[in-house]
Structure formats: structure tokens, C-alpha cells
């Protein structure tokens, strides 16, 4: 698609930083309200400053989380051209700045829409069920961290502290752990009966959770991930997203060791890595790959690393061609 007018947009809690650029080159800057009133106010000085219409407009922001709803319900609503990106990928593409305000931000980002316009994703809403299913993931996440953060002391200074004063430490969270479980156990529950609920998520989840090491869990944030395969429908894309895929790092006569990117999706990452634990022992095929990889001399981490990437690779062509896997799955030549 063509556009003339590149809007980027500093989301923040309380306000929106709008940075509006012809090609190169801010036109303007406006702050308003993060809420409908703030934003309306917007539009309306936006189509009378530039006389234009917002399907000329590509909205470009950060992800945020839930500070995006107001103005994604709001542009939405007006079939506006919308384009959410990773801030880590923005500011990889700027590169290096100095100073950081939220109008710098926003101008930052609406020349970063300029200037890779050509690579636009445009957003699409998800489906409600989606939006449902990413609370409750987020939810069990924000318990299992709490969990940690309590049972890991209580595990750790076992031989280090007098045991009196261990069983002290355990019966002080005792019936914080054992509520915490209650509520991680009831989330579980409530995202295996949303997925029954739904047709296309009930198909998904079987599909996914088939690859041997993909959790209920893991499936979950998979397809929260990729708005069900719509938003990213590459597994070499998703591999990338996921922190999977190593890249080489040399210059000139240093030849260094391809390495995986820490900008990535840190919980589907360590979500996959389990995941690829569990494979190597239950599933044959990867199991005997890691071995021999091992035996042949090459890094542990390295061959795992390989297995979470063929698990990526194994979901998305079950969701692809529709079918659970099957390890003697052979395609049909045409």
C-alpha cells in the first residue's frame, strides 16, 4: 500500500506522543490524553492539518501491552492503517540516539515507519477468545514467578541454615505457596476450557500440543504469539521471534560462533527450551538426534538448540497442513 503520512505514536499510561512526518521530514507534534477523548481530539486535528484522509496514514507504535487498547480500539474502529512493532526492532533500525523524551520517541518512530514502510505488518485485531486466552497466560505467568520467588530461598539454603529455622521459613509461606498453587492449578483449567470452548482453538490446540514436547502451556503462548498463525505464518519468522536461530558474528579475520539473538520473546523461548528437554527424552527421532550430535563432539546447548528449532518447524507444518504429527508421516508426491 501507498502512503503519504507517517504517524508515530509514544504510548504511555497517561498519555500518546503523535509525530506526524511527510517522507522525512515532522510536519508536527501533538500530546494528548491516553483515552477516547484525547484521542478523537487527535484525528480531528490530523485531517485538518493535513487534509487528507486516514486511509493515507500509516499509524506506526511500540507494543505496550494494554496502554495500546484505547488507540487500537479507536483506529480500528475507523479501518485506520495500523502497524504495532517490537521496540527492539525499532531500535535496532534507528540505531544509535542520544537523548530520549517521549516526542523524540515519536518522531523517532514515525520516520522508522517511513523508512521501512515496504516491510508493514498491518495490525489485525484478535479474535476476542485470543485476547481472553493471552490474560490468562500472562495471569500464570505473573503466579509462577511468584512461586519462585517464595519456594527457590526455601529450597536453597537447605545445609546452610539450622533446620529449625528452615521449618520456621516453610511454615511462614506455607499457606501463601499452597494459595498460589490453587490459583495457578484454577488458571490451567480455565485456559483447557477455553480451548474446548472454541472450534478453531480446540483445532489449534490439538494440532500443536501433538508435536511431542508442545505443553498445553507452550500451545498457548504460541498462538497468542502469532494471533493463531495469521500474524506470523513462517516458522523461520517465528524461529527468529522465538531466539532460536543462531547468526554469525564475524568481521574482517575474526571468525566468531554464530549465536542466537537476545532480542527475542524471553517466554517462548524458555517455554521451548522445556519443551526440548522433555523431547529429547520422549521423542525418538530427536533423542537419537542429540545423542549422536553429542557423541560427534558439538556443543549441548547448541544441539538443543537445533531441537527447538525442528519443534518450531514440526508445529507449524501440523497447522499448515492440518494434521497431528506422527513420526512415520511421509508427503505425498505429486
Not at 32 to 43: C, E, H, R, S
Not at 82 to 89: K, L
Request: with cysteine; net charge positive.
Amino acid at each position: 500500500m501507498q502512503f503519504t503520512y507517517f504517524v508515530g505514536v509514544d504510548v504511555s499510561k497517561a498519555t500518546l506522543d503523535f509525530a506526524v512526518a511527510k517522507g522525512n521530514q515532522i510536519l508536527f507534534h501533538q500530546q494528548v490524553a491516553n483515552d477516547k477523548k484525547g484521542i478523537t481530539q487527535f484525528l480531528k486535528d490530523l485531517r485538518q492539518q493535513t487534509n487528507t484522509s486516514l486511509d493515507q496514514c500509516l499509524f506506526c507504535m511500540e507494543f505496550t501491552g494494554i496502554y495500546n487498547n484505547p488507540l487500537l480500539k479507536a483506529l480500528h474502529q475507523q479501518s485506520a492503517n495500523i502497524w504495532v512493532e517490537r521496540a527492539a526492532h525499532i531500535q535496532e533500525s534507528i540505531g544509535l540516539t542520544r537523548g530520549k523524551t517521549d516526542q523524540v520517541d515519536a518522531k523517532r518512530i514515525a520516520l522508522f515507519a517511513y523508512k521501512n514502510r515496504d516491510e508493514a505488518r498491518l495490525w489485525t485485531p484478535p479474535r476476542a477468545v485470543i485476547t481472553q486466552l493471552d490474560r490468562l497466560t500472562a495471569q500464570r505467568a505473573r503466579l509462577v514467578k511468584v512461586i519462585k520467588m517464595l519456594q527457590t530461598p526455601l529450597t536453597d539454603t537447605k545445609g546452610f541454615i539450622e533446620k529449625a529455622d528452615r521449618k520456621t521459613d516453610q511454615q511462614a509461606c506455607a499457606a501463601s505457596l499452597k494459595a498460589l498453587k490453587a490459583d495457578l492449578k484454577s488458571v490451567d483449567k480455565a485456559i483447557a476450557t477455553l480451548a474446548q470452548q472454541d472450534p478453531e482453538l480446540k483445532r489449534l490446540f490439538e494440532r500443536v500440543t501433538s508435536v511431542v514436547g508442545i505443553s498445553q502451556i507452550t500451545a498457548a503462548e504460541v498462538i497468542v504469539a502469532t494471533n493463531e498463525f495469521n500474524a506470523i505464518s513462517d516458522p523461520k519468522k517465528f524461529a527468529c521471534y522465538a531466539g532460536v536461530v543462531p547468526f554469525e558474528r564475524s568481521s574482517g579475520q575474526r571468525k566468531g560462533k554464530p549465536q542466537v539473538s537476545h532480542m527475542a520473546n524471553k517466554k517462548v523461548k524458555s517455554l521451548l527450551h522445556l519443551g526440548a528437554m522433555s523431547a529429547i527424552q520422549h521423542c525418538p527421532q530427536l533423542k537419537l538426534y542429540y545423542q549422536r550430535k553429542v557423541s560427534e563432539g558439538k556443543n549441548k546447548m547448541l544441539v538443543l538448540n537445533n531441537v527447538r528449532n525442528k519443534m518450531v518447524h514440526r508445529i507449524f507444518a501440523c497447522v499448515r497442513q492440518d494434521r497431528n504429527y506422527d513420526e512415520k508421516y511421509t508427503p505425498v508426491l505429486v
